[in-house]
């Protein structure tokens, strides 16, 4: 599976990927609407070679940990924000390979848009389910293909989200937050609608 997403991202430019946000919105709204400390640690999960980036940045967001399965997207990133401290972590978020490399690391923020829905089987989404469990996010945020939408992204098949099946995958150290439709428009004219949930990890006495 990396050589796909390698391959997506040495011949595609990235204006031209399905998943491309000029504005990333609603995305920035909804994380600046947390009012997180600037020097919140944020892990991207599935982060490609996504535009938030900049914009979290601008909005004194710095502290980001980069994960991928893609090296190559990875390596774009490295280029692009060569004065920034980043932390680049090559993993699979179907794996326990993520919890590993990350483990230890107070985050504040796990986003997710676009990577989820890519994990199709039990033991994938599983593993995702565990990674969060151990890392202990303060909050989470998912943005994922809805069932009113597309079946495929990229040529590969993936899991439709509604607000309840994207709950699930927080257990119940979480509370949400907020849940929202979107409908996101890409390069292609295309609609795709998407599912945004935002959790809250919930501390008991
Ligand atoms: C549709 S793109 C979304 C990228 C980015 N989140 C955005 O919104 O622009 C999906 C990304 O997930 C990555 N990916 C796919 N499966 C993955 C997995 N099992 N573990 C980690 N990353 C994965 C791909 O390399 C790709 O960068």
Not at 76 to 99: M, Q
Not at 169 to 198: A, F, M, W
Request: include cysteine; charged fraction near 20%.
């Amino acid at each position: 599976m990396e050589d796909h997403w390698n391959d997506v991202y040495s011949s595609k430019p990235q204006e031209t990927l399905g998943w491309y946000q000029e504005d990333p919105q609603p995305d920035l709204a909804m994380i600046l609407s947390l009012q997180m400390p600037k020097s919140s640690r944020i892990v991207i999960a599935g982060c490609g070679t996504t535009t938030i980036i900049e914009h979290l940045i601008q909005e004194g967001y710095t502290n980001l940990v980069l994960v991928d399965l893609s090296e190559v997207a990875l390596q774009i990133l490295a280029k692009r924000f060569s004065n920034y401290n980043f932390e680049y972590i090559a993993a699979d978020l179907g794996s326990n390979e993520v919890y590993h490399k990350i483990y230890g690391m107070a985050i504040e923020l796990w986003y997710d848009r676009a990577t989820l829905h890519f994990l199709t089987g039990d033991e994938q989404i599983a593993n995702y389910r565990k990674n969060i469990g151990l890392l202990e996010p303060n909050y989470v945020m998912l943005a994922q293909f809805s069932t009113e939408g597309a079946t495929r992204c990229s040529g590969l098949d993936i899991r439709q989200y509604d607000r309840t099946s994207l709950r699930k995958i927080l257990n119940h150290n979480y509370t949400e937050v907020e849940s929202r439709e979107h409908i996101y428009v890409n390069p292609s004219g295309g609609d795709r609608p998407y599912i945004y949930g935002v959790y809250n990890r919930v501390f008991e006495e």
